[in-house]
Nanobody
Framework: QVQLVDSGGGLVQAGGSLRLSCTAS????????MAWFRQAPGKERELVAG????????YYADSVKGRFTISRDNTKNTVSLQMNSLKPEDTAVYYC??????????????????WGQGTQVTVSS
């Protein structure tokens, strides 16, 4: 059974930092793209950051460029999201996602086959 487990969310003041982690089990994702999405109340799920299978190519939403960094460790089957200079508008549930076989990042949530359970990030002003 394939499972993605998100962790690392919490409550932080504006300007603070958090690090999200996602651990995959049940199969290896070393040849698949992975990503972090987020969804705020009343809004659609949006891509925050994505990373291709090797880690050589990354994608960031304009709203987080320069503040967030995505990374992966294929030996541990994990993907992480370092979030710095957090803003209240970053408040959302964050989800780890993985593609079944595709190596490159897809912008739409429909391009991902596996999802974590989500972790809440709340940034207070």
């Amino acid at each position: 059974q394939v499972q993605l487990v998100d962790s690392g969310g919490g409550l932080v003041q504006a300007g603070g930092s958090l690090r999200l982690s996602c651990t995959a089990s049940g199969r290896t994702f070393s040849t698949s793209a992975m990503a972090w999405f987020r969804q705020a109340p009343g809004k659609e799920r949006e891509l925050v950051a994505g990373i291709n299978w090797s880690g050589a190519n990354t994608y960031y939403a304009d709203s987080v460029k320069g503040r967030f960094t995505i990374s992966r460790d294929n030996t541990k089957n994990t993907v992480s999201l370092q979030m710095n200079s957090l803003k209240p508008e970053d408040t959302a549930v964050y989800y780890c996602a993985a593609r079944r076989t595709s190596r490159e990042v897809h912008i739409s949530p429909k391009g991902y086959d596996y999802w974590g359970q989500g972790t809440q990030v709340t940034v207070s002003s």
